[in-house]
């Protein structure tokens, strides 16, 4: 069970390149969620997922894409790299079960856009 | 406005110190609330969940206050081992936001 993984780790992109950041879990976890975390700050959620097929936006949802076709996979894409868009990225996932809200991340991914 | 604001610290206080942190949120129709941990680079975990009027653990209380829309955490016997980044994290609906954390430094 290896719970919540994350690929790449770290990532070096020019601008307006484009990349997918890669997240799976093996829990059969319902819901999804992709965050970013920039320093001094807490996760901003970009888009999360209440299961495959339905997608919705965050907080702070532009610039990337999501799509969920799988139960376990749940990619993140940024089409045209922009410097604002370095960070580290977290994906998370949960039941979606009531009383079990319990978030479990991925490692996370260090993104830096030159 | 923030949906969720913390002190951000950094909380300096000696081993065996008790030390309390705040949250607050904007949402009162929020029902969910949870403390993660997160230490330097890595990823947040759940230190505790926050459901009703609050929960214990060990060393660790946590309390929700609904009238003035705020949780606390309480740590008592403070560690070297708790020093870490505190995230305060409020469940609107499967839209969980959180706050921007709270260092606790404990030293020797």
């Known amino acids: 069970n290896a719970g919540v993984t994350q690929t790449p780790k770290f990532q070096v992109l020019k601008t307006g390149q484009s990349m997918t950041l890669q997240c799976a879990q093996d829990?059969?976890?319902?819901?999804m969620s992709w965050y970013r975390q920039d320093p001094g700050m807490g996760l901003r959620l970009i888009h999360y997922s209440v299961g495959a097929g339905i997608t919705d936006q965050g907080e702070v949802p532009n610039g990337y894409n999501v799509s969920r076709s799988t139960t376990e996979d749940f990619p993140l894409r940024l089409l045209s790299a922009a410097p604002s868009q370095t960070s580290v990225y977290f994906c998370?996932?949960?039941?979606?079960?009531?009383?079990?809200?319990?978030?479990?991340f991925g490692p996370g991914t260090r993104l830096l856009v030159l | 406005r923030k949906e969720v604001e913390q002190d951000p610290g950094p909380f300096n206080v000696p081993e065996g110190a008790t030390v309390a942190f705040n949250c607050t949120y904007s949402n009162s129709a929020s029902q969910s609330f949870f403390w993660y941990r997160q230490d330097c680079r890595k990823e947040p975990k759940l230190l505790m969940s926050v459901y009703s009027s609050g929960n214990e653990d060990g060393r660790f209380t946590a309390q929700l206050n609904r009238a003035s829309q705020y949780i606390s955490l309480l740590i008592r016997d403070s560690k070297l081992s708790d020093s870490a980044t505190y995230l305060c994290v409020e469940d609107n609906f499967n839209k969980f936001y959180f706050g921007s954390g709270t260092k606790l430094n404990v030293k020797p």
């Open positions: 998370a996932s949960h039941p979606g079960v009531a009383g079990q809200e319990t978030q479990y």
């Open positions: 829990m059969n976890h319902e819901y």
